[in-house]
């Protein structure tokens, strides 16, 4: 299977230098962003399977952002990851960023966190190979309507 | 395509006595439970496609309840319905109820609600795009597809 990408957008460039520090050995490609303009753009030119979005940041909110990406990218995999934590913030992002899950901040990169990641690459591949055998049933389908018809 | 089912789980009949009342020309089947035991004994007699449960039950809780619907009917889409709206609670139900939508109560019905419960069934359409042909069809085909098929629960025959 190709190496799978992972997406991490802050404004809180700390937060980014730790995140890499703390998943260098982890066994996927990490991407960082400082914006959700900046990573839209790399949306754009690579291919991601997972972002993991902080709620508050300036210019594009984390909500704005996922709500983009769940629309143009509905495959990739939404976490949210943020400190700014109120009932509304909340269900915002399970109701309208449909996010797979939330990290609370203050956080640590411990297993913890590693599994969360882990947990939402294999939840990619899941869908991945779902839809893959969705489309392999289509084909045969298709295939055994003609042979029906030529018979 | 087939008529989706909805189950809605709440202890207070009163809940479902009102949901029932206001989606009774909502397209889909419903069933109602007012307890996570008697949900799951619907589960297993009945096919069911999207859940709708309250947290805050006696005896087995809703995030117990969608845990067990999780991990045994991994494609049933997950909903919560309740008023017991706390930071652990919304955590909780995400984190560990994987959850696709979070209602809470008191809710509006036609803002809201039946809105919520269409979605979900589209999401379940989505993640189960078969015809009912094609399940025929994963049914004849006794293949290595159609049983990893079934694993994941994709396959309703």
Redesign the interface.
Known sequence: MEKRTVLFVDDDEIVLMSLQRGLRDEPYNKVFARSGKDALRILKDNDVHVVVTDMRMPEMSGLEFLKIVKQNYPNIVRIVFSGY???TT??TA??QG?????I?KPWKVDDDFKA?IQQAMEYYN??E??DM??A???E??AQ?NGKIKSV | METRTVLFVDDESKVLASLKRGLLDEPYNKLFATSGKEALELLKQNEVHVIVTDMRMPEMSGLELLKIVRREYPHIVRVVLSGY???TT??T???QG?????I?KPWKLEEDFKG?VRESIERYNL?N??TA??AQ??AA?PSD?SE??QE?G?TQT
């Open positions: 934590i109120q009932v909340l269900l399970i109701n449909e996010i797979y899950r939330y609370p969360v899941l869908n190979q779902r055998m969705i392999q049933l289509m045969l389908q055994t | 709206t706390q930071i919304l955590l139900a995400i984190n994987e959850i696709f939508k979070f809470t919520v993640q795009k078969q042909s094609e069809l994963t085909q597809t990893k098929m994941e994709g």
